[in-house]
């Protein structure tokens, strides 16, 4: 248990228990009129009056620090107590109402997954739960919390699982390969320099579009390969202690090397992309592109079977965000070797899996993004990360028995009643 950076405030914390509170005990529960101020109402000055219980229903007041007056330093009035006494667990870099509600649907999660799981039930076939959860997807659920549990498997099958992939990289012979690649790795999960996701288009909100942006780094963000603070050079030191370690547990031949190469790359990606400031700016991003000029602005980039892989061919509109970094992008894809570009490629794979692999891939990926760049001192427990797999790639089928167990016709209906006078409220 370690104390730290506490991130979502108390205030928040009231704001659920109200709303909470509310929706259990019945919209229409008379409750007492809270006290009315006008704008000539004194200053408080005596907050000795105000105790642990609520002054409104539902409103948990624990927290207060009655000591400080609210218009000294709202902050410390508000979460004094409950900052003081709470301490950040040692699976969180973090902590707050809505980490504990998180922790809370965790449990929830996992007792009607291991429910699944112990009927043992092959997939395809329903089953049914203690609450009448019926359902095929349950089986699929269970079918990956259990795969994710079975640690003896995973490190009896070290690298298998990513065999086709490093093989697939190795025969890549030229640039063209490699846009192939970023286009095939997309589909599970692997970045590449050029990412996209479809949405909504900004200015025409009754049609989606495709936004192309920058991508590609292994570190959070640009500004982090030009960082000449300690911190930024010790990170970035961290950074290259990490790409040799998981290459060099992959058995890649001169990993040193390899991750030198790696990280000139990135750097070089880096040095295009536009920083933190530019990429909030809405206007600054929208760039509508045709295909036409799309296929122009990236000539040497293989653009066509870049959006063929991805599923993307017949499309004629998007919304390039970093116009200038793809220009950049596109001349600097034939300047870099392909020794380089294969070292990249390999390295992407192993991280985007290094969770889902042995123990010591898993033990690299957490020390370097979860405890050096994040702060968290220890992993959090095997099901949880099950848990939140599933949630992460299954979330839909977990989704449905959650609610099945948990969310009942009239919860649903407290619950927009309470919304339809939240609105009227305001």
């Not at 019945?26 to 408080?44: D, I, K, L, T, W």
């Not at 990249?344 to 794979?349: A, E, G, K, S, T």
């Amino acid at each position: 248990m370690t104390k730290g950076f506490r991130r979502d405030s108390l205030l928040v914390g009231i704001a659920v228990s109200a709303l909470a509170m509310a929706s259990i005990s019945g919209c229409n529960q008379e409750r007492p009129e809270p006290p009315r101020s006008s704008p000539q109402a004194p200053v408080v000055s005596d907050t000795s009056a105000v105790s642990e219980t609520s002054l409104f229903s539902g409103i948990d007041l624990s927290g207060v620090d009655s000591s400080v007056r609210p218009q000294d330093d709202f902050f410390a009035y508000a979460n004094g107590a409950w900052f003081d006494s709470t301490e950040i667990p040692s699976d969180k870099s973090s902590w707050g109402s809505f980490n504990i509600l998180h922790e809370q649907s965790l449990e929830q999660l996992r007792a009607i997954v291991e429910e699944l799981t112990d009927a043992s039930t092959p997939v395809g076939e329903s089953t049914t739960g203690k609450n009448g959860d019926s359902t095929d997807a349950g089986k699929k659920v269970a079918a990956f919390y259990t795969a994710w549990l079975n640690e003896e498997e995973i490190e009896q099958r070290q690298l298998a699982p990513l065999a086709a992939e490093l093989s697939a990289i190795d025969e890549a012979k030229t640039h063209a390969d490699v846009i192939a690649l970023f286009a095939k790795f997309n589909a599970i999960g692997v970045d590449s320099p050029l990412n996209f996701w479809i949405n909504q288009d900004d200015k025409d909100s009754t049609r989606y579009t495709v936004f192309l942006t920058q991508s590609g780094l292994g570190l959070p963000d640009r500004d982090y390969y030009f960082d000449d603070s300690e911190r930024g050079r010790e990170i970035l030191e961290q950074y290259r202690s990490f790409i040799t370690r998981l290459l060099t547990l992959a058995d890649i031949e001169d990993a040193e090397q390899a991750t030198q190469r790696i990280i000139t790359l990135e750097t070089r990606l880096a040095e295009h992309q536009w920083n933190k400031v530019d990429n909030r700016d809405s206007e600054k991003t929208y760039n509508p592109h045709t295909i036409a000029e799309l296929r122009q602005l990236l000539s040497d980039y293989h653009l066509d079977s870049l959006l063929a892989g991805v599923g993307l061919d017949g499309q004629e509109q998007f919304v390039l965000r970093q116009p200038s970094y793809a220009e950049a992008l596109n001349h600097l894809l034939p300047q870099i070797d392909m020794d380089t570009w294969r070292d990249y490629l390999r390295f992407n794979v192993l991280v985007s899996f290094s969770p889902y692999l042995s123990q010591a891939f898993e033990q690299a990926h957490f020390d370097f993004y979860r405890r050096t760049l994040s702060g968290q001192p220890e992993q959090q427990a095997r099901w949880k990360r099950a848990i939140s797999s599933i949630n992460g790639y299954m979330g839909e089928l977990l989704g449905q028995l959650y609610v099945a167990r948990h969310f009942p016709p009239e919860a649903k209906t407290r619950m927009v009643e309470l919304v339809d006078g939240l609105i009227t409220a305001y």
